[in-house]
Nanobody, 125 residues
Framework: QVQLVESGGGLVQAGGSLRLSCAAS????????MGWFRQAPGKEREFVAA????????DYTGSVKGRFIISRDNAKNTVYLQMNSLKPEDTAVYSC??????????????????WGQGTKETVST
């Protein structure tokens, strides 16, 4: 089992940058594919980005491709989401998640086994 704690959310102006971090407990962090999801007010949770166990493969939803970068440091049990050129429509609660039985970069919510509590990010105009 793994526990996930996100940090780094906050208020930023459009065009700015933020980096989210997700720290995982446990000694088997490298056994999990990791993902970031977000949920905007009044909307369903959606996939943002995922990274494979080794970090060698990444995947992004189309609206963030070229602006966001997912990475991981297995020595620090941490996954990151660097968010650049932020837009007001990026405003949401961002959550990280861990997938126990995946060798790839899963996109589906039900492919993930563990979730963090989320961190709120607000992009102002």
């Amino acid at each position: 089992q793994v526990q996930l704690v996100e940090s780094g959310g906050g208020l930023v102006q459009a065009g700015g940058s933020l980096r989210l971090s997700c720290a995982a407990s446990g000694r088997t962090f490298r056994s999990y594919a990791m993902g970031w999801f977000r949920q905007a007010p009044g909307k369903e949770r959606e996939f943002v980005a995922a990274i494979s166990r080794s970090g060698g493969s990444t995947d992004y939803t189309g609206s963030v491709k070229g602006r966001f970068i997912i990475s991981r440091d297995n020595a620090k049990n941490t996954v990151y989401l660097q968010m650049n050129s932020l837009k007001p429509e990026d405003t949401a609660v961002y959550s990280c998640a861990a997938a126990e039985n995946s060798w790839g970069t899963p996109r589906g919510i039900d492919e993930y086994d563990y979730w963090g509590q989320g961190t709120k990010e607000t992009v102002s105009t």
